[in-house]
């Protein structure tokens, strides 16, 4: 049975439509609140974080009271990234976690990210018992009034995320001399990321670091690179970082002006890793990962895996296989021997460590040849055209003229109204052939 509500990423869309508005997320906290206070843990607690949207401010209140009408305590944190909102969950020992966010996505957007008490995203089970919640009578879940829960603004949890990260590293770790750039999206990292970097003896420059409610991810962040590459070029930096809304995404730019996708810093990682001893159980892709990142890791002897798109099966693939990295082109990139989720700040410090021993940024991102790889997004108000027999048809003639020449994915957006089509092939004639094929049987 497929989910109502929650798609890959939790729950998105834009705000004051459908599912996105005050009563539905009056629903979702009375939901949430009750499927994990009949876990019957001694403290009901939950945490709630946001990114800067605008309609956070209207969102939040409507969440707070279904999960105080459940019976929960709830402490509002604030603008935080996602993983500091993971790790605080499992430090609180909360009941749950939620980030109100709709991560790289327009203003106009909103959503929900929830995490369990063990810092996790929740598993599709779980998700479908809470949608199942939703959907019942309210009344029947309300507490009785002298059982609500208590509201509480807590205002150092940015601090307290930071000095989380600090630990992970050790104290001799210092950014003297290095000149960072950081492009935090007007998003929720706005304040913990250049924070970390100056306390850590960076000299910083910052952009999308004053938002207004509006302007996240509006022409800034790791969703358009090209403002990060020209702000490092202009300030002659040792590395420009670029997060997305929410801060659990991470694109790179190098002293020479490059861009870095998660696909090439996951091998920098993983082959410093594996030199290191500390690589466990090999890598998690996606089906999106570039396949010049599987060749790489084949010709190197580390297990490479892939799973569907989404961090969050990611993270389910790494835990089954016991693999301590895995991740995302897009930049979601999970260090777990550190994070439950992708970490935008964290994967920065990670790369920042390897460079403070002198490497420059441009020597550590040379490890393999990406295969041309070609991305087409296609608005559609049914995403279930790609079951059509014409769609079907459509990717199985050009799976057989790729063959051994290349690869195509075609896949609905698990957040968007968008059908996603994906090809490779060092025969770009051949790559664009095939996505007009499968486009025309969608539009």
């Avoid at 709830?74 to 980030?99: E, Q, R, Y």
């Avoid at 358009?224 to 997060?243: D, E, M, R």
Wanted: proline share 3%; with cysteine; charged share 25%.
């Amino acid at each position: 049975m497929s989910k109502r509500y929650f798609g890959t990423d939790g729950i998105r869309g834009t705000v004051n439509q459908n599912k996105i508005n005050g009563d539905m997320f009056f629903k979702f906290g009375l939901a949430a609140g009750t499927y994990f206070r009949n876990l019957k843990k001694k403290k009901q607690t939950a945490i709630i974080a946001k990114d800067t949207r605008l309609s956070g401010y209207t969102l939040e209140p409507a969440l707070v009271s279904g999960l105080a009408s459940a019976g929960m305590h709830v402490f509002t944190l604030g603008p935080l990234p996602t993983n500091g909102l993971a790790m605080l969950t499992k430090k609180m020992n909360a009941n749950l976690g939620i980030m109100i966010t709709a991560s790289h996505n327009p203003f106009y957007d909103n959503g929900l990210k929830l995490f369990g008490p063990d810092g996790l995203k929740l598993s599709d089970k779980i998700e479908k018992r809470i949608e199942k919640l939703i959907d019942t009578k309210i009344s029947k879940h309300l507490t009785s009034y002298n059982k609500l829960g208590r509201v509480k603004r807590l205002e150092n949890a940015n601090d307290n995320y930071i000095n989380i990260l600090k630990n992970n590293f050790p104290k001799k770790f210092s950014l003297k001399g290095l000149k960072i750039a950081i492009d935090c999206a007007n998003g929720a990292g706005y304040k913990s990321g250049p924070k970390i970097l100056k306390l850590l003896g960076a000299k910083v420059y910052n952009i999308g670091t004053s938002p207004n409610g509006l302007n996240i991810n509006s022409n800034c962040g790791s969703t358009f690179p090209s403002k990060i590459k020209s702000f490092s070029k202009k300030n002659k930096v040792n590395l420009g970082i670029s997060l997305d809304g929410d801060a659990d995404r991470i694109i790179i730019c190098d002293e020479k002006g490059r861009i870095i996708d998660g696909d090439q810093i996951i091998a920098m990682i993983a082959l410093r890793w594996k030199k290191k001893k500390i690589l466990k159980g090999g890598v998690v892709g996606t089906l999106m990962s570039n396949f010049g990142l599987e060749k790489l890791f084949k010709e190197k002897k580390i297990k490479f895996l892939r799973a569907k798109v989404g961090d969050r099966y990611v993270k389910e693939a790494m835990k089954k296989n016991k693999c301590n990295l895995g991740g995302e082109q897009s930049g979601h990139i999970i260090l777990g021997n550190f994070a439950t989720t992708g970490d935008g700040i964290l994967v920065a410090l990670e790369v920042l460590y390897s460079m403070s021993k002198g490497i420059k940024a441009s020597e550590l991102f040379n490890n393999f040849k990406k295969v041309p790889q070609k991305l087409v997004n296609i608005y559609t108000k049914d995403k279930s055209v790609i079951n059509s027999k014409k769609c079907k048809k459509s990717i199985i003639i050009s799976k057989q003229l790729l063959s051994s020449k290349g690869r195509i994915l075609v896949r609905p957006s698990g957040t968007e109204p968008k059908i996603r089509i994906m090809c490779e092939s060092n025969d770009k004639k051949l790559m664009n052939k095939c996505i007009n094929l499968v486009k025309r049987s969608i539009i």
